[in-house]
C-alpha cells in the first residue's frame, strides 16, 4: 500500500468517526519552543492547556515533522528520519481512553478490504504505563490481548507532560512485532531499542494536572483534569515500511527513489556494503527533508533553522562523495525526491523552481569551502597523527578547528566527522573556548562603535552574562550558530 494511501485511509477513517480534518501546519513550528513541528499536536497545544478553546471536539492531521534531535541516528536505524509524517487523532475534552484504544485497535487491525490497515492481530504488542490499570483493562476489552502483549513501564518511556504546570498523564504505545529475524521474543520485557519490536503509535491521554518542579521521573499532581484530552501519533513512515515489506523506513516508495538515484549516480549497488547504504540512507532522508523545509520557507544560514537545512544538505553532499560522486548530485536527487512527495504535498512541485535553486546553490557555495578546507583538515589531521605517535589518541588541537571554521567556512560538525573519519578527535573543548572569545570580541567592538568608545559598564554587564557556562549543541541541537 502506497504511502499516499496510508494517509488518506488515516484521515478517512477519523473523518468517519466524526473528526474534523485540519491540514498540516507549516515545519515552521508554530510553537516557539521548538524550531520545528516535532508532533503532530505541536499546533494544538494552546487548546490541550486549556489556553484556548478548540473549535472542535475531535480532530485529526497528518503533521509534517522534522526532529532534528534524530539526525545521528539516521540510516543506522531502521525507524528515524528528519523528516517524517505523524497521523494523530485528538480528542479536547471529548473520548478519551475507551475511544482512543478503540479507534487504533479498529484502524490497525481492519481488513484493507474495509479500509483498515489490516495488520495480523497476533502482531501487536502494546505497553501502557504500570500504574495505568484501567489502560491495560481496556486493551484485554477490546483488542483480547493476553497479559504477556500488555507490558507495563514506568515513566520515563510512559508518561507525558510539558515539564512545566499543565496537562499531563500517562501513555499507552503500539509495537508491531517483526519476527524472530529480528530479534529475540518479547516476553517478558520486549526490547525497546532493538528493531524487532518497531513502534508504530503513540497514545497520550492527558488525565492529569502537573505542578510546576520535579523531575521527569517524579513531579507533583494537582488533580485530574475537568476536561480530559487525548493525543495520538502514529508514524507514517514506519506503517508504510510494514505495509509496503521492506526492511526500514527508507526503502518505502517515498523515500526509496533517490537510494535508486545514488546508486546509478555513484555505480554502486544499495546492499553491497554497510557504510554505503548508510550513506544511501543519509541521501534520501537528507534530500527529501530540506525538499520539505525549503517548501516551507526555510533557507540555508548559519542560524537556527537555516543551519540545520544547511547541514541536512551539507551531509547529503558529503555523503555522495564518500559514495564516490564528486560532481554535483542535488541538480539528479532533488527531482526525484520531488516525484516522490509531490502525490501528498502538490505545492512541491508547484514551487520546484525555487525550491531547488535554493539547493544547488547551497552545493555549490559548500563545494567551494570543501575544496579550499580539505587539504588543511587532511595536513592538520595528518600532523595530529605524527603527534600522538603509534598508539596514542590523535587529537585535532582546537586553535585548527577554530582556524578551518574562521578562515575557511568549515563548520565544526563537519571537522568532527571528517576527522572522526580517519580516527582523529577534535578538542572541542578549545574550540569553544575561541569561538566564546570571538563572540564576544565582536560584541565589545559593536558596544565600541556605537558608543564612540568602550562603555566599561555595559561591557562589564555583558562580560558577566557570557560567562554563564554555555553549552555546546553544535553536535546535537538546531539552535547551534557555529
Ligand atoms: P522512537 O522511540 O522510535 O524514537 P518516539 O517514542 O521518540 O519513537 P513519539 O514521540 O512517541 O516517538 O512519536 C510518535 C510516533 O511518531 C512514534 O510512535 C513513531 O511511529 C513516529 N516517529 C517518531 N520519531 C520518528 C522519526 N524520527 N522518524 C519516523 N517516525 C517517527
Ligand atoms: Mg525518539
Ligand atoms: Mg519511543
Ligand atoms: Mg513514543
Known amino acids: 500500500m502506497r504511502t499516499a494511501e496510508i494517509r488518506k485511509r488515516w484521515l478517512d477513517y477519523f473523518a468517519a468517526q ?9 515545519l515552521i513550528s508554530p510553537d516557539p519552543s521548538t524550531l520545528f513541528t516535532i508532533a503532530g499536536m505541536v499546533p494544538f497545544i494552546p487548546y490541550m492547556t486549556g489556553e484556548q478553546t478548540a473549535p472542535w471536539q475531535r480532530a485529526t492531521s497528518v503533521q509534517k ?3 532534528t534531535l534524530d539526525i545521528e541516528d539516521v540510516g543506522k536505524t531502521t525507524r528515524h528520519g528528519t523528516f517524517f509524517q505523524m497521523n494523530g487523532n485528538f480528542s479536547f475534552g471529548d473520548y478519551f481512553k475507551e475511544g482512543a484504544i478503540t479507534y487504533a485497535w479498529d484502524l490497525i487491525t481492519r481488513s484493507q478490504d474495509e479500509g483498515g490497515y489490516g495488520i495480523p492481530e497476533d502482531k501487536i504488542w502494546v505497553t501502557v504505563f504500570h500504574e495505568d490499570d484501567e489502560a491495560r483493562r481496556l486493551w484485554k476489552k477490546i483488542a483480547g490481548l493476553p497479559d504477556e502483549r500488555i507490558q507495563g513501564l514506568g515513566m520515563g518511556p510512559n508518561y507525558w507532560s510539558t515539564g512545566a504546570r499543565g496537562p499531563a498523564g500517562p501513555c499507552s504505545e503500539i509495537f508491531y512485532d517483526r519476527g524472530p529475524a529480528y530479534g529475540p521474543d518479547g516476553g517478558p520485557a520486549i526490547d525497546l531499542a532493538g528493531d524487532r519490536f518497531l513502534e508504530i503509535w503513540n497514545l497520550v491521554f492527558m488525565q492529569y494536572e502537573r505542578g510546576d518542579g520535579g523531575t521527569k521521573e517524579s513531579f507533583p499532581i494537582l488533580g485530574e483534569l475537568t476536561k480530559k484530552n487525548i493525543d495520538t ?4 513512515e514506519r506503517v508504510a515500511f510494514v505495509l509496503q515489506g521492506v526492511d526500514n523506513m527508507y526503502e518505502i516508495d517515498e523515500v526509496f ?3 535508486a538515484a545514488a546508486q546509478e549516480l555513484s555505480g554502486k549497488r544499495y546492499g553491497a556494503d554497510t557504510d554505503d547504504d548508510v550513506r544511501m540512507r543519509v541521501v534520501a532522508d537528507h534530500v527529501r527533508s530540506a525538499l520539505m523545509i525549503i517548501s516551507d520557507g526555510v533557507r540555508p544560514s548559519n542560524e537556527g533553522r537555516g543551519y540545520v537545512l544547511r547541514r541536512l544538505l551539507r551531509r547529503s553532499v558529503r555523503a555522495m562523495r564518500l559514495l564516490g560522486v564528486e560532481d554535483p548530485s542535488l541538480p539528479q ?7 516522490a512527495m509531490q502525490a501528498s504535498y502538490p505545492e512541491v ?3 520546484f523552481e525555487r525550491i531547488s535553486q535554493i539547493a544547488y546553490a547551497e552545493e555549490e557555495a559548500f563545494r567551494r569551502t570543501l575544496t579550499s578546507g580539505t587539504t588543511i583538515l587532511d595536513t592538520a589531521v595528518a600532523a595530529a597523527k605524527t603527534t600522538a605517535g603509534a598508539g596514542g589518541t590523535p587529537v585535532l588541537p582546537g586553535d585548527q578547528a577554530f582556524a578551518l571554521h574562521d578562515t575557511y567556512g568549515f563548520p565544526i560538525d563537519l571537522t568532527l566527522e571528517m576527522a572522526a573519519e580517519q580516527g582523529v578527535q577534535v578538542d572541542e573543548k578549545a ?3 575561541l569561538m566564546q572569545e570571538q563572540r564576544t570580541r565582536a560584541r565589545a567592538d559593536a558596544l565600541a562603535k556605537r558608543t564612540g568608545g568602550v562603555d566599561t559598564a555595559a561591557y562589564e554587564a555583558l562580560q558577566s552574562e557570557l560567562a554563564r557556562p554555555v553549552e555546546f549543541l553544535g553536535y546535537t541541537d538546531a539552535t547551534a550558530s557555529v
Open 233 to 236: 501519533g502514529m508514524g507514517l
Open 257 to 259: 527513489p533517490v537510494i
Open 18 to 26: 466524526d473528526h474534523t480534518v485540519v491540514p498540516s501546519a507549516s
Open 65 to 67: 515533522c522534522v526532529r
Open 333 to 339: 536527487l532533488f527531482p526525484v525526491s520531488r516525484d
Open 431 to 433: 574550540f569553544r573556548a
Open 349 to 351: 512541485g508547484a514551487d
